[in-house]
């Protein structure tokens, strides 16, 4: 048994958390951030940073200092019963329902979509994300050797095409950062630090940092390290790595898209952009490059993603489906929800966020600080059981504006409910969840001192 792993080992475990978390939401959200922010981007970038990389940073490592081996043990520090709950239900998000089908939709969407040309688009997306899912579903039918698909193998690949594409653009900058007007939302007082903020929620890292977890311990057990405390040690440490190289790669995409915003005017999303910007540097190779960089990126994270899930569904229901049986299903139900398209995708994935993102972060911080308070059950239930409160607010606000945006005109009852929760403190801001979350953990720790008086 070995204490610690070596610095070879610590490299490539980083390689695949990285590689991990960096897929489809990593690419298209900071583009767009750039594009939105323009002149703010300084500001903006500190938002996303704090809850695009931060957020994952410290849920790594919440799940190596609490050690627990995984979400569902987290949870249960709450009840059994909302372990199940809460783990199910971010399982699914990142998983078959959203950040899965995600993979596949932005990388038809923003490469191989535009390599077809006026064929019929319906029919190339079903065969593109077929081939895709296939190909997931090799890779993590063998969970064992995915350090070594993803950290030697595809990460690097993804990592050569996205840097081609980044030093051309920082070479040849198209617009002056100072030239780019911000939007509304990233121009007014403080509205690009928190614009950036809750745009960090769309890339989904905080949910795949407790998620991974799982992955990461169990490689560094592979490894050689035994002890509960090296184990969570070399999980931190692997976490801090890869979310910083993580980091920067985000302010390379942001600037590289403020600066070429008189090119991608017109552009949807963030993976409009990046595909306008690779095509005015290389031409028609650009979306060559583009289709490389995205596939590789967003493959190699549906790979973590499922074996990720199919593990933790193994684990929750013993007497339900084995692993493979679950990484099938999990890649069957993901072609499926990935023929709806990107746009689709992207905007029902948003209120299940505004309701996971309240939750994982007060859970995080619970974890953090546990021993502040004995790791006392009493404080996790009343903390999550007053943000839970916020969070349906933050949902049912949220599903009605993208039902809306859907075409959808009878909202009248979410829309009451919303103007209930409107009266919360910084509900204009995304942040309602503060408040009730620190009266919570303020309640639950006056009757655990009481308990123990």
Do not use: H
Not at 376 to 394: E, G, H, M, N, P
């Amino acid at each position: 048994m070995k204490k610690n792993l070596t610095v070879k080992e610590t490299i490539l475990l980083s390689s695949m958390l990285f590689g991990m978390f960096f897929g489809a939401g990593n690419l298209i959200f900071p583009a767009s951030l750039g594009i939105a922010a323009g002149r703010n981007l300084i500001v903006a970038y500190l938002g996303m940073f704090i809850t695009a990389v931060g957020l994952p940073l410290l849920a790594v490592a919440a799940l190596g200092l609490s050690r627990c081996s995984g979400v569902l043990t987290l949870a249960s520090k709450v009840s059994r019963g909302y372990g199940v709950f809460f783990s199910t239900l971010l399982y699914l998000t990142i998983g078959p329902l959203f950040a899965i089908p995600r993979c596949a939709s932005t990388s038809f969407s923003v490469g191989a979509g535009k390599l077809i040309g006026d064929a019929n688009e319906q029919v190339a997306l079903a065969i593109f994300s077929a081939v895709f899912f296939a190909a997931v579903l090799l890779f993590s039918l063998k969970p064992s050797k995915i350090m070594t698909w993803i950290g030697k193998l595809l990460n690097p690949v993804f990592l050569a095409f996205l840097g081609t594409l980044v030093v051309a653009a920082l070479l040849r900058p198209i617009d002056a950062l100072s030239s780019v007007t911000p939007s509304a939302a990233y121009g007014k007082s403080g509205g690009a630090f928190f614009s950036g903020f809750l745009e960090g929620y769309n890339t989904l890292n905080a949910l795949a940092g407790l998620a991974f977890g799982i992955v990461v311990v169990r490689e560094v057990r592979a490894l050689g390290v035994e002890s509960a405390e090296d184990v969570a040690s070399d999980t931190a440490k692997a976490g801090v790595f890869s979310c910083l190289f993580m980091g920067v790669i985000y302010f390379a995409i942001t600037l590289v898209s403020a600066r070429s915003s008189s090119v991608c005017a017109d552009c949807a999303n963030g993976g409009a952009v990046l595909g306008t910007i690779a095509d005015y540097y290389f031409g028609k190779a650009g979306t060559m490059l583009m289709t490389g960089i995205v596939t590789v990126a967003c493959l190699k994270t549906a790979v973590g993603l499922v074996v990720s899930c199919a593990e933790a569904f193994a684990d929750m229901f013993p007497k339900g489906p084995g692993y493979s049986t679950w990484a099938m299903l999990f890649c069957v139900v993901a072609f499926g929800i990935a023929n709806f398209g990107l746009s689709t995708i992207v905007a029902y994935c948003v209120p299940v966020l505004m309701f996971l993102y309240p939750l994982s972060i007060t859970l995080i911080l619970l974890a953090l600080f546990a021993r502040r308070f004995n790791d006392s059950r009493t404080v996790y239930a009343w903390t999550t059981a007053f943000t839970l409160i916020a969070a349906v607010f933050d949902f049912i606000s949220t599903l009605a504006g993208t039902m809306q945006g859907s075409g959808f005109t009878n909202t009248a009852l979410l829309d009451g409910i919303t103007a209930i929760g409107s009266k919360l403190p910084f509900f204009s801001i995304g942040l309602d969840w503060v408040c009730p979350a620190v009266v919570g953990f303020g309640i639950g720790l006056l009757i655990d001192r009481r308990k123990k008086a």
